[in-house]
């Protein structure tokens, strides 16, 4: 199967990349956040430091979620689905794809240009790593948890107004974890955020394709 | 290879409202059904209701197929081609783009090339699908049909947006399709131009 699968993963990274596709809108509103806080904390560096890694990553969660809302969406509104719902695929095989495609546009670029931003929190060098790491281990469960709420909403008009509702309780434990791998490494701490990070996300990406699928057969009855 | 589509006794229902009951057809392969009925009378859902979108509020449909009977909706779905009354095309993408993505992800090796030509929009392979007419979507859904592979063609309004030539040239591909031992459902208001069976539905 794996060439329906790469198939459809190379098809919504191309829709992604292209004009109104979503890839660079999440950056450049990541980038934009970034910037702002330092300007309205002032040019505190202990205090930017200290808050860097809690900014960049509800940054980062609120900028992925730009992009979930056209996941399923764009697809359905124009039957898309259907025919993606009747191909060799299974629909869990199709949320995977999905879900991985959503990284590889939105998740990874964020991780790639958080080293950037974190220049200007003058973050130091640990501080910054860790916050890679943690974003690059974090970020799959954001589109994973994303991805539930975009199948659970799919076919509601104004389904991006409330998904972030539905998805943000659910991110506290990546952001949590996340943003105390940063201050564990800027306290030169022992990173135990950093293994409970990777649990959650491990657990993320391997249930959200099974509800994703059970929220898009519900919604292809519906 | 299909054999022939069972429908016994099905009854549909969305939400609380019975849309129709107790629907008993059976279509062999190298038939065409054509699904009449007014507006609102169920027939696109009749169609979701065998692509396996739906299921039966009660009664069964069993796909015979060479290897065996199919009961199950999702791998009855594995035998369909689907044109539905949306056009399922992405704005930002080619035609022939948009054609090979579809043909890889039915797992359809071979160039898109034949049936873009035999649809008859070829010269727009490399138009973004934003500048096509309703007609031409058309067109390049019928494309889609041809490159599925697929057995059993459910069609919702499959001559709507087409001219006239566009509407000889599905019949075509309809009596095509059945004559290699397809089978084809639509649902449509206009006369198929092709030898076909009828089937009325009546709200329940």
Not at chain 1, 33 to 50: D, E, H, I, Q, S
């Amino acid at each position: 199967m794996s060439g329906p699968f790469v198939s459809l993963v190379m098809r919504d990274l191309r829709l992604a990349s292209r004009s109104g596709g979503s890839a660079a809108l999440a950056l450049a509103f990541f980038a934009l956040v970034a910037t702002l806080v330092p300007l309205g904390v002032g040019a505190n560096l202990n205090l930017l430091a200290r808050i860097a890694g809690g900014v960049l990553w509800v940054g980062a969660v609120l900028a992925a979620l730009l992009s979930l809302d056209r996941l399923y969406q764009g697809d359905f509104d124009d039957g898309s689905l259907d025919l993606i719902a009747l191909s060799p695929l299974s629909l869990e095989q199709v949320a995977l794809a999905k879900l991985l495609a959503h990284w590889f546009s939105t998740g990874l670029p964020l991780t790639l240009l958080s080293p950037l931003l974190a220049l200007l929190f003058g973050l130091p060098g640990p501080g910054t790593w860790a916050l890679f790491v943690s974003l690059l281990i974090g970020t799959p469960a954001v589109s994973a948890v994303g991805a539930i709420g975009a199948s659970l909403t799919l076919s509601l008009k104004r389904g991006g107004l409330i998904l972030p509702l539905i998805i943000l309780p659910l991110l506290a434990p990546a952001v949590i974890f996340g943003a105390g791998a940063v201050t564990a490494a800027l306290d030169h701490l022992s990173n135990g955020a950093l293994g409970l990070l990777s649990a959650f996300a491990a657990a993320a990406v391997l249930l959200s394709p099974f509800a994703a699928a059970a929220c898009v057969r519900l919604n292809l009855a519906g | 290879m299909i054999v022939s589509l069972t429908a016994e006794k099905l009854t549909c229902v969305r939400g609380d409202r019975p849309i129709f009951a107790d629907l008993s057809f059976q279509v062999a392969a190298g038939e065409a059904l054509v699904v009449e009925g007014a507006n609102g009378a169920g027939k696109t859902s009749l169609l979701r209701l065998i692509a396996g979108f739906l299921t039966p509020a009660s009664g069964g449909l069993v796909l015979n197929t060479d290897q065996g009977a199919i009961t199950d909706g999702e791998e009855r779905g594995r035998h369909i081609g689907w044109l539905g009354h949306h056009d399922a095309v992405k704005p930002q993408m080619d035609v022939g783009e948009q054609l090979e993505f579809f043909a890889r992800l039915y797992g359809a090796n071979g160039d898109v090339k034949p049936a873009l030509e035999r649809v008859g929009i070829a010269r727009q392979r490399e138009l973004p699908c934003r500048y096509l007419s309703a007609g031409q979507k058309k067109r390049l859904g019928l494309a889609r049909l041809l490159m599925s592979g697929r057995g059993l063609w459910l069609l919702d309004e499959p001559f709507a947006a087409l001219d006239t030539a566009g509407r000889a040239l599905a019949a075509d591909l309809m009596r095509a399709h059945c004559a290699t031992g397809g089978m084809v459902i639509a649902a449509t208001h206009d006369p198929l131009g092709l030898e076909a069976r009828s089937l009325k539905l009546e709200a329940a």
